[in-house]
DNA sequence: AATCAAGCCAACCGCACGCTC
DNA sequence: AGAGCGTGCGGTTGGCTTGAT
């Protein structure tokens, strides 16, 4: 059962947020930013308020979000900051890369609180969760990086002959690369696009109209997460555009569980229904255009953790009124991990 | 199988802080 | 200086899930 939506007196949604609800509001951030919480809603064609988009995206839909179990190392360093911290939730989510503060308030209150108290008396609090711990690591990995060594790897030859073109210039080529790799098989399509990124010589290169990259986070990193739930997840009948749900109950936890490159990675992988949707004009609506014509943002927070970067942009290209499959690339980042310049699979979140 | 209770956790709310003008 | 605005933080709520009876 999904939990009753509401609304307040000015007509905001309240309660849980449905996929059709992230995915307009994965889709606006990750391609313009977010660069006013209060505005962001009315251009994103959301009927919430802005407090509420910042909450979901930044405890749900924000790449690098790490979900599921906690391990032995993440519950010591939150019991021992919560001793010298107290409640500083946001301080010690800080120091736990992917965690956020209200997934840390609670797993304090419903886990590590009661063990606590339990233990306190006799038993060792280190020794006891070391006993108890039974999680899942996030694993970060250097092992799927692409160096500029190796990219020609990734290429098809197909590939690299339109990209060495010598008549066409590199915005043309690059978008007649991008055509190829979209029509190729979806195995060699994310490696083949990244190093479409790569072979344009783009390390830190972003729209206008796409989020900065914050002073730090123009790398990329790779953070897997375990996804040990069954997923289930919303698709879209391709004749009608209606939105379904498949096998699911309480579908907004199902369609994002486990980290979200998860799932941008599944509708890039067999999704071609969801993709069509989301290049169809019923998805990008009119808030995209309005936002395009009457308002640039320049500014950005410096929480990005993400780089969105636009095809289109990278390759110098000025149109980008209208998105179509070549034109938007969505790649997390984080610099605790990374290494400048080069593009790793799990990175490459998605395709918008 | 049905009911109940406890636990979990996504989301809301109010307050405080920082920035801009 | 202080008003207005946007954002971040911590506390709280309440619907959903799960396990016990």
Redesign the pocket.
Known sequence: ????PCC?QNGM?????TPEEDRKLVAYVTRYG???????PKFAGLK?????C???W???LRPNVK?GNYTHEEEETITRLHAS??????????ELPGRT???V???W???LK?RQKQNSSSVEISQLEKSSSNSTASIITTDNCLSPNNVDDYYSSEIQEVLMEPNNNNNNNSNEAMKMIMSSNSTSRSSQLETVVNKNNINNVHSPLSPQPSSSGSEISTTTTDTSTSTSRASTDNNNNNATTETT??Y??NYFVGDLSYNFNDLFEDDQAFQHELFSDSFWTEPFLADHNSYIPTTT?H?HDYLITNANSLMDSDDLLSPTLDNILLFTSNSSTSTAGYFYEENLVGLL
């Open positions: 059962m999904v939990r009753t307040d949604k309240k309660g849980t947020w977010c660069w006013n919480w209060r505005q962001l919430r308020c802005g407090k509420s910042r909450l979901r930044m405890n749900y979900r911290l107290g409640n500083k939730w946001s301080a010690i989510a800080a503060d209200n997934e308030k609670n797993y209150h419903t886990n009661k109950t309480n907004s936890t927070t929480d």
